[in-house]
């Protein structure tokens, strides 16, 4: 019987990997329009992306076939990021059709390696919120719920990085120059927006004042779709995103006016609009084309949303809040909730009231940080420049605002008003946008608990107190899909072996693997695993860096974006530390490290650039001196980005999560790294705490001031001069820095950082946390020395971080948050 069907089994995929080839070969032929004899990796890489698509397109048309026969409530994602990275070992892996996909391309003689090496990453995001939306969408899809994905089609995404001299230089990411396969344009269902111009008020027959706006420019989104395929034959979802293009309808305007060269110009302007995303950190205020940008893609997507609505119920809105529910991923998009009243009053005429309750059945806004830098604020008259209509509804927004809730509650204290007001007052006046998501919205949630926990204590209290139950907690995670079986397949088959091959939907299932932790045969394989992906990153390293690292060696891995508060500095001085301590000692006893670094700064972020250079420097000379006996690697990884994390994190011994206590709200790139093995040095911040309550102390490195702490050290005055006269190796450190010891000839060329942290005042207790976060290094270097005793810890991480799926996070939305119930799709 077992027999029959595994020959069953065989004979299928032996078809299935025949009519793959066949398809890739007719797409190579037909799409392509090339030979066997003469195609390139690319051309290979395009057809097979081709053939793929005919599943992804049957999977398609399916889901949205299901979805409008069955009239679904559906989630609609609201994102000015969308951190995609690539797609083709993806879909394959979605689609079931991995090895089958290997196969026939090995049997046409190419290497599937070589054809994923093809793909731009699809780079339209900065950091850990956008790969989050990214990890959100393909796990709705996995799990039949019906949504759709709402964005920007930026021409270019996040800019890439090379060194120059240690340097960080950025240059434009045109990942679609030569088009994307994975995209498809639908000039049915572009839209048209307006910006500028004035309002008018005008009275109708019966004598009611209306709003009439008059804008002074129009232009047009066009959407583009990327099907998301859901994991092992769910359902197909869409990412939609908008590209703008000027209007045609204003440009025969000015084209018969005579201004061929103004309508030229204004052509371009249209453009800009979704030309470039905005590298986060910088502060935005006052960037009119970042406000322009959020408009635009809210705008588009709600006239999408509404006629997909009108569809079914014609003008009858009474069910629209039952059918569609808005997460707004930040207060990027928070700029919807004035639209889409300016529509229901202005455009439906419907009565304010019933369209402030409309409004706030869909809405659901996520707090991703408290950073008061990233807490968005518009200059108010930018914004009435831009928007004349959007800012009268804010004003009555806030109005009934501060009197219905504010006023009822706390009468005559101007104070609170003061506070809460959405308008904020001052020299200049600002519209918070975080006041208005609050305020629009049914839910508000943060991204880890003692995130959640700050939203409402430090940040929205007075909120909290009007609404209590509108605040809740939906702690990350990410995609196991991506982020272990795709990235990690060594160790997604030993998995399959050890727990069985459904942990990908199913991920608590890996704490099978706790059984066997101290088992030596495990230990073996798992051990020999993390060798062989290490040698992988060993030979990408030197491709990338012609720097020579030992596989042997521990790999201590920081990636992500570069931050004073997630204090690579810190990282910098251990290894400073390490460094000194070989120099005064040669035969200083420590397992060899190599320390491993990805990250982009802002380009207008001095300090995070002077960081970036420093460790180069430092790098440099660790690397090229002889008295280190490679005990120390400094490795700054170019351009890193979602494609280059799929290597490193499969090949990382130590995780580097050292964020002061209270800044970092959640972080994600701390679940990956636990889940491939790697064992976490980090403060009690954002969801490492939650990594140390699943993994156990045992299992993880904790060191640091605690947000209470932190606190506490505020308030009592901290002073970073007292750690600087009181630890001898770390006023030897910083001084280092200031003489041309790592820049010969130039003293002082590494100095920021020490500035920084001594007359800066160390704004995120770098020197606080030093000494602890040398112990909590000094533990790692004893754990590793234990080979089975390391080997235990990396597989007890791999099996505790079930929790940390997006799959998780994304049931936590659905039943504290969407409630959508999953539709299956029907063939
Ligand atoms: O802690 C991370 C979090 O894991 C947080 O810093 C990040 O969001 C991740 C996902 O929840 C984040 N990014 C931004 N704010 N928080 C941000 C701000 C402005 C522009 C772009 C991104």
Redesign the pocket.
Known sequence: MKKTSTAKAANAANTATEQLKESIIKHLHSTLGTDVNKASHQAWWRATCAAVNEQVYDGLRNTQRTHYEQDTRALHYFSL?YLMGRMFSNNLHNLGIYQNAKQALAELGLDIADLEQQEEDMALG????GR?AACFIESLATLNYPAVGYGIHYENGLFQQSFQDGRQIERPDSWREYGNPWEICRPESVQEIAVYGYVETVFDLQGQMKKVWHPGRIIKGVPWDIPIVGYDGSAVNVLRLWESRASDFFNWDVFNSGGYIDAARENVEAENISKVLYP?DETDAGKELRLIQQYFFCSCSLKDIIRRYKRRHGDDWSHFGKQVVIQLN?THPAVAIPELMRILVDRAEMAWDDAWAICQQVFAYTN??LLPE?LEKWPLRLFEKVLPRHIEIIYEINRRFLLEQVEMRWPGDDAKKRKLSIIEEGHEQMVRMGHLSVVGSFKVNG?AEIHSKLVKSDLFPEMVALWPDKFTNVT?GVTPRRWLKACNPRLATLLDAKVGDDWPTDLKKLHKLADFAKDPALQDNFMAIKQQNKADLAREIKKLTRIEVDPAALFDVQIKRLHEYKRQHLNLLHILALYRRILQNPDYDMVPRVFLFGAKAAPGYKLAKEIIYAINKVADKINHDKRVKNRIKVVFMPNYRVSLAEKMIPAADVSEQISTAGK?????GNMKLALNGAITVGTLD?ANIEIAEEVGADNIAIFGLTVDEVKALYESGYNSYDYYHNNPELKAILDWLETDYFTPGKPGELVAIKRSLLEGGDPYLVLADFESYLAAQQKVDTWYRDKALWAEKAILNTASVGKFTSDRSIEDYVERVWQLKPCRIKN
């Open positions: 990021e900065n950091g850990g919120l989050l986060n930040d991703h940080t990233a991204v990350n970092e709200a959640s972080g994600t954002g």
